[in-house]
């Protein structure tokens, strides 16, 4: 008899405990609840947290531009240079400027032998740095437009470089290829013939390969139906300010000196090719 009040006992006590975890658990409806309750927390943002998005946000369209923006001037300026490539080839050797700028020009214009293009478009970062010993720029205008003029192509097939040559070394010409120094010598002539281009700190464009020249290399240039075949006779580094000293020498037989900066990312320092002509062809 003892024994069976025991056992009752023991399972009200089971029933009693049993209840009162129940009790104490969440049921499912409040766990529901709590859910939706949470939900409605982590949506809710403050005005603070909205404003980072938005900085993150721009921050990243930033640096999509700046990285995409080195190429997409890259690209307007082959197209450009493609052109000029192909008015070089079918010249007429025609060198009569027009007279009188275009109202409005979309990207380039060809133009009898030569190509109008925006003077402020596709500029290069930090050509405004590249001091190459005048005070100003040479070709400065205060045309919204500039028209370049090819005289021709300059190749160095060791390092793969090909240009098209332009008239003036100015900022606009040298978006476009090489330039020649108008005060120097004429490229064929008696003298030096000074010719400048860019070197980049981030690709293999325009004169950023002319380090890797050798003395006994050859440089050629295409122009009037002539090929003009040029011998690197010395190379040398110089720092920019000694430039001025260099441009023109009108005591050497007939020889052109290429340029280009030098000693990057501060490019305070010039180098310069030198090369020698040895002979003069027909073009084929």
């Known amino acids: 008899m003892k024994s069976n009040k025991l056992d009752n006992l023991n399972l009200d006590k089971d029933k009693i405990d049993a209840k009162n975890i129940s009790d104490a658990l969440p049921n499912e409806k409040d766990l529901s609840n709590q859910g939706k309750k949470k939900g409605k927390t982590k949506k809710k943002k403050t005005w603070f947290s909205r404003f980072l998005d938005i900085v993150i ?54 133009d009898g032998n030569g190509i109008w293009v925006d003077a402020n478009a596709n500029r290069i970062e930090g050509e405004a740095l590249e001091d190459f010993g005048q005070e100003e720029d040479p070709n400065a205008t205060t045309s919204p437009y500039f028209y370049l003029e090819p005289l021709g192509m300059i190749q160095i097939d060791s390092v793969n470089i090909n240009l ?103 490019w305070n320092q010039r180098l310069l090719v030198f090369a020698d002509l040895v002979s003069v062809k027909d073009a084929k």
């Open 164 to 266: 098209p040559l332009l008239k003036g070394a100015g900022y606009v010409p040298l978006r476009y290829g090489a330039g020649w120094y108008e005060d120097s010598a004429e490229i064929g002539n008696p003298g030096r013939a000074t010719i400048l281009g860019h070197s980049a700190y981030t690709n293999d464009r325009f004169f950023s390969k002319l380090k890797d020249v050798k003395v006994g290399e050859k440089i050629r240039i295409t122009r009037q139906n002539k090929v003009y075949e040029y011998n690197i006779s010395n190379i040398e580094i110089i720092p920019q300010g000694e430039l001025i000293n260099y441009l023109t020498n009108p005591d050497v037989s007939s020889q052109i000196m290429l340029i280009t900066c030098h000693n990057a990312p501060s």
């Open 57 to 110: 946000v721009v921050l990243i369209a930033i640096g999509l531009f700046l990285i995409i923006r080195p190429f997409y001037i890259a690209y307007q300026q082959d197209k450009v240079m493609d052109d000029l490539t192909k008015l070089i080839k079918t010249t007429n050797n025609d060198t009569t400027k027009p007279t009188s700028t275009p109202d409005k020009i979309d990207g380039a214009l060809i």
